[in-house]
């Protein structure tokens, strides 16, 4: 595959949110999302990264803006609902570090992104990204419109060589049955370049047994290169070989490990490195992530970024 170059404009597509997290017998307000988590990942990386959301113009939505601005991200392609707010979610861990979520999230104003007077505008910038990054859950929170307009976009992009990552992080309450979310997941698996399955997604999804088979399933449907996530497993590369990450771990939250996954692979590719290196940044920024607290964690002097 032809890869862009490593001053790349990226676009991440999606819903960032407020955070709440446990710290010790405090709770904590932060922020995430799955996509969101993958932009502050790939604009540490160094990439000049735009995020495409919308939030309200309450105080908490003016704060997730100035917070995103300060970890990096450009702001211009987020839209103001000025009769909606930003999604709330929180995050409990179980004492082997797995997280669940509850999540306020119907009214968002993230929902309306392609619905909005400046969203022709954005849409429009959009399609002139290098890469475009989207996941299952952003099509699953935007009404059927928004979701052919945001494979629109992708077309765009790959109109002039850009390139388009899909990663199909299965969330089955913000779909109304399998049947709905399989036919999204096809659409845009058909526009991505980049595929970043989880096999334990696409189990409960359409009932695959074998993880090769999931590689299988997504070239037929015409992505260019899938990479299926294993979890503490590892990975399989896009010619199906199986990569596990460098140790075991005993984690100690695992938000948001996929998607440090997903800016690791992508940021390594877009520099120029191999599948097998990328799965690699991959997997050490995934690594990095799982053992601190949240979902986007607080940048170290042990953060993998700059190896």
């Given at each position: 595959?032809?890869?862009v170059s490593?001053a790349a404009k990226?676009?991440?597509?999606g819903e960032g949110?407020?955070e709440?997290?446990r710290?010790?017998a405090e709770?904590?307000?932060?922020?995430?999302?799955?996509?969101?988590?993958?932009a502050?990942h790939?604009?540490r990386y160094g990439?000049?990264?735009?995020?495409?959301s919308?939030l309200g113009?309450?105080?908490?939505?003016?704060?997730?803006?100035a917070?995103?601005?300060q970890?990096g991200?450009g702001t211009n392609f987020v839209?103001?609902?000025?009769t909606?707010?930003?999604g709330?979610?929180a995050?409990?861990?179980d004492p082997?570090?797995?997280r669940?979520?509850?999540?306020?999230?119907a009214?968002?104003?993230?929902?309306?992104?392609f619905?909005?007077?400046?969203?022709?505008?954005?849409e429009?910038m959009?399609?002139?990204?290098d890469?475009?990054?989207f996941?299952?859950v952003?099509?699953?929170?935007?009404?059927p419109?928004?979701?052919?307009?945001?494979?629109?976009?992708c077309?765009?992009?790959?109109s002039?060589?850009?390139?388009?990552?899909?990663d199909g992080?299965?969330?089955?309450?913000?779909w109304a049955?399998?049947?709905?979310?399989g036919?999204?997941?096809?659409?845009?698996?058909?526009c991505?370049?980049?595929?970043?399955p989880?096999f334990?997604?696409?189990?409960?999804?359409?009932?695959?047994?074998?993880?090769?088979?999931?590689a299988?399933?997504?070239?037929a449907?015409g992505c260019?290169e899938?990479?299926?996530?294993?979890?503490?497993e590892?990975c399989?590369?896009p010619?199906?070989?199986?990569?596990?990450p460098?140790?075991?771990?005993a984690?100690?939250?695992?938000?948001?490990a996929?998607?440090a996954?997903?800016?690791?692979?992508?940021?390594?590719?877009?520099?120029g490195a191999?599948?097998e290196?990328a799965a690699?940044?991959?997997h050490?920024?995934?690594?990095?992530t799982v053992?601190?607290?949240?979902?986007?964690?607080?940048?170290?002097?042990?953060?993998?970024?700059?190896?």
């Amino acid at each position: 595959m032809e890869l862009v170059s490593t001053a790349a404009k990226v676009v991440v597509v999606g819903e960032g949110m407020l955070e709440l997290s446990r710290r010790g017998a405090e709770w904590t307000l932060g922020y995430g999302g799955d996509t969101l988590n993958t932009a502050v990942h790939l604009a540490r990386y160094g990439f000049d990264t735009e995020y495409f959301s919308a939030l309200g113009n309450d105080p908490f939505s003016v704060q997730l803006r100035a917070d995103w601005q300060q970890a990096g991200l450009g702001t211009n392609f987020v839209l103001t609902d000025p009769t909606r707010q930003a999604g709330l979610y929180a995050i409990t861990t179980d004492p082997a570090g797995e997280r669940s979520f509850t999540y306020w999230r119907a009214d968002s104003a993230a929902r309306q992104m392609f619905s909005l007077p400046e969203s022709p505008h954005v849409e429009a910038m959009a399609g002139a990204a290098d890469l475009l990054v989207f996941s299952l859950v952003t099509l699953a929170i935007l009404p059927p419109e928004g979701r052919e307009r945001l494979l629109a976009v992708c077309r765009a992009v790959r109109s002039h060589g850009g390139k388009v990552a899909f990663d199909g992080n299965y969330r089955p309450r913000l779909w109304a049955n399998r049947k709905q979310a399989g036919g999204a997941r096809d659409a845009a698996i058909s526009c991505a370049d980049f595929g970043l399955p989880t096999f334990e997604d696409e189990a409960m999804l359409c009932g695959t047994t074998n993880p090769a088979r999931v590689a299988d399933d997504w070239y037929a449907l015409g992505c260019k290169e899938v990479i299926v996530k294993l979890g503490s497993e590892g990975c399989l590369l896009p010619d199906g070989r199986a990569h596990p990450p460098a140790m075991k771990l005993a984690p100690k939250d695992t938000s948001g490990a996929g998607d440090a996954f997903n800016a690791g692979y992508l940021a390594a590719r877009l520099s120029g490195a191999s599948p097998e290196a990328a799965a690699q940044a991959g997997h050490k920024l995934a690594a990095w992530t799982v053992m601190r607290s949240g979902a986007i964690p607080q940048r170290d002097s042990d953060a993998p970024y700059s190896s």
